[in-house]
């Protein structure tokens, strides 16, 4: 009877040194967020700040940007954490995960929509009519097969790509009229007073950080900028299996 007392004298100590040194953690961490903010100003807002995986060295998110800094907040670092023995870029993983949607909160109907083969893959592009990276994108994207893209456009660049934009979806075949802009350089024409998506798609874009076109997503959430090339999406299709 006295060894079980003991046992569990013991566990509670265990239990309560937990305790203990997750509190003093996270008033560590709150500590170096209080500090930091100050020193930095209220314009960057600090989202949260966590121990990374260096002693001493804690992580700070500002907005969906990745910093570092020390326990007396006198630091800020801009850079990548690589674990040597394994080569993972720790701060790249965490910059992919901060850039992730879920692919449910996309809505189809604010979309221009290809289907080719069986449509099976699918993947997102958020597209200007007058990015020239999203045209020779959308060259490339010929290439694919069984897949079905959807393209949301979003008029950043221009007073014209709004209007270019308001002519492709009020046109009798947006989807070809986007294409043949695009593609073949028949500039689109006809009304642009219909109602339109396009307000949707920028609050959209506001909301998870879209700032340059094209951006890609994959139905894992994954974000790729710019003008990827087509053997890095086929790569990350082939991953998504």
Do not use: H
């Not at 998110?61 to 674990?83: C, H, M, P, R």
């Not at 790509?161 to 350089?185: F, R």
Request: net charge positive; aromatic share 8%; charged share 20%.
């Amino acid at each position: 009877m006295l060894i079980l007392n003991k046992l569990f004298s013991i566990i509670a100590f265990a239990c309560s040194l937990t305790l203990l040194v997750g509190t003093v953690n996270a008033q560590s961490e709150q500590q170096v967020r209080t500090e930091l903010q100050k020193k930095i100003g209220a314009n960057a807002k600090i989202k949260s700040v966590s121990p990374s995986p260096i002693p001493g060295i804690y992580e700070v998110l500002v907005g969906n940007d990745v910093f570092y800094t020390d326990a007396s907040s006198k630091y800020l670092i801009q850079g990548e954490i690589i674990e040597i023995a394994t080569g993972k870029n720790i701060t790249e993983q965490k910059q992919a995960d901060l850039n992730r949607i879920k692919w449910s909160e996309l809505t189809p109907s604010n979309a221009l929509k290809a289907v080719r083969g069986n449509g099976s893959r699918q993947l997102a592009i958020f597209s200007d009519p007058n990015c020239g990276y999203c045209k020779r994108l959308e060259k490339s994207l010929q290439q694919l097969d069984n897949v079905t893209i959807y393209t949301y456009l979003i008029p950043i660049l221009s007073p014209d790509s709004a209007q270019k934009s308001k002519q492709i979806w009020c046109s009798a075949d947006p989807q070809k009229a986007y294409i043949d802009w695009m593609i073949n350089g028949i500039a689109p024409s006809g009304k642009s007073d219909c109602a339109t998506p396009l307000d949707k798609n920028m609050a959209f874009a506001k909301t998870y950080g879209i700032t340059g076109t094209p951006t890609i997503f994959f139905t894992d959430g994954s974000r790729f900028p710019g003008a990827v090339q087509i053997t890095d999406i086929e790569k990350k299709f082939s991953s998504l299996k």
